[in-house]
């Protein structure tokens, strides 16, 4: 069974930084496309990052430059380093692996202003 669990969230003040975890058990993130994902009320869920198990990383236009998505294949996990916060990226954080369309139950982010 596949779970993948989100940690790191919080509050920070704007221009602050904040690291994401998503630790995945029962697959293996090495040869999975993994995917940070977010959301906030009344609106649709969007993607935010793209780590490969092979290529490029992939961003959305409004956190390129701000954001890094990475892999720790011995830890089995998938990291979101994210700098330079605003408070419009203040939303639910969810890890996505793109095989099978497993999902974490998500972690808040709050930027204030």
């Known amino acids: 069974q596949v779970q993948l669990v989100e940690s790191g969230g919080g509050l920070v003040q704007a221009g602050g930084s904040l690291r994401l975890s998503c630790a995945v058990s029962?697959?293996?993130?090495?040869?999975?496309?993994m995917g940070w994902y977010r959301q906030t009320p009344g609106k649709q869920r969007e993607l935010v990052a793209t780590?490969?198990?092979?290529?490029?990383?992939q961003y959305a236009d409004s956190v390129r430059g701000r954001f890094t998505i990475s892999r720790d294949n011995a830890k089995n996990k998938v990291d979101l380093q994210m700098n330079s916060l605003k408070p419009e990226d203040t939303a639910v954080y969810y890890c996505?692996?793109?095989?099978?369309?497993?999902w974490g139950q998500g972690t808040q982010v709050t930027v204030s202003s």
């Open positions: 996505r692996q793109n095989y099978g369309n497993y």
């Open positions: 780590i490969p198990g092979f290529g490029n990383t």
């Open positions: 029962g697959s293996s993130v090495s040869r999975n496309t």
